[in-house]
């Protein structure tokens, strides 16, 4: 019923820019927060940035200052501008989404299928 679908990915050159986008969409009664995590080979997935209503943007300390996360709420869209991309920004992007499907229930966590951001000289 719920989808996250991401977009934006590629390959760029030390010192590009990618935008990443998610669409959410299915049957979404609310979304409590949506965020970008990345996971490259052999390493674990980590946070890059989540927006909660009513919060300030949290980022991790490697992409402050290069990754700006924004949301659209009328659109159900997470955005995901990447600045002055290095090589260990190399990763597949993951998007995240906390949605609650109905008036009355638990929100749930999903997550795109991910898109590939590859930095090389």
């Known amino acids: 019923q719920v989808q996250l679908v991401e977009s934006g990915g590629g390959s760029v050159q030390p010192g590009g820019s990618l935008r990443l986008s998610c669409a959410a969409s299915?049957?979404?009664?609310?979304?409590?927060?949506m965020g970008w995590y990345r996971q490259a080979p052999g390493k674990e997935r980590e946070l890059v940035c989540t927006i909660t209503s009513g919060d300030p943007v949290n980022y991790a300390d490697s992409v402050k200052g290069r990754f700006t996360g924004s949301r659209d709420y009328a659109k159900n869209t997470l955005y995901l501008e990447m600045n002055s991309l290095k090589p260990e920004d190399t990763a597949v992007y993951y998007c995240?989404?906390?949605?609650?499907?109905?008036?009355?229930?638990?929100?749930?966590?999903?997550w795109g299928q991910g898109t590939q951001v590859t930095v090389s000289s």
């Open positions: 299915g049957s979404i009664y609310s979304i409590n927060s």
């Open positions: 995240n989404a906390v949605i609650l499907t109905r008036r009355i229930g638990w929100p749930s966590d999903y």
